[in-house]
């Protein structure tokens, strides 16, 4: 079992920043991939970003040159720096972590996210 707490959501203006930050624990030794993923509501939950144990990244085109996903692979964190935020980056933001074989998925609670214009 893998679990994941997120923090770092909020308020923010138009062209603000936010941090994101999703710690796991558990059996730890299990997680390949790590990212982020958000839902609005009534819509399919979609891909933000994701970093593998590696360092391999893979990002959305809506949030590419924006957000920046890092992992610290000593403190078993994932960070989603959020730049130039946009209104319609507005949803919650769900941690996502992926295992090595069998290939399990874990997911955090979810943080909010929320742009002002």
């Known amino acids: 079992q893998v679990q994941l707490v997120e923090s770092g959501g909020g308020l923010v203006q138009a062209g603000g920043s936010l941090r994101l930050s999703c710690a796991a624990s558990?059996?730890?030794?299990?997680?390949?991939?790590m990212g982020w993923y958000r839902q609005a509501l009534g819509r399919q939950r979609e891909l933000v970003a994701t970093?593998?144990?590696?360092?391999?990244?893979n990002s959305a085109d809506s949030v590419k040159g924006r957000f920046t996903i890092s992992r610290d692979n000593a403190k078993n964190t994932v960070y989603l720096q959020m730049n130039s935020l946009k209104p319609e980056d507005t949803t919650v933001y769900y941690c996502?972590?992926?295992?090595?074989?069998?290939?399990?998925?874990?997911w955090g609670q979810g943080t909010q996210v929320t742009v002002s214009s």
């Open positions: 996502n972590a992926k295992t090595y074989g069998p290939i399990l998925n874990y």
């Open positions: 558990g059996n730890i030794f299990s997680i390949n991939t």
């Open positions: 970093i593998t144990k590696g360092g391999i990244t």
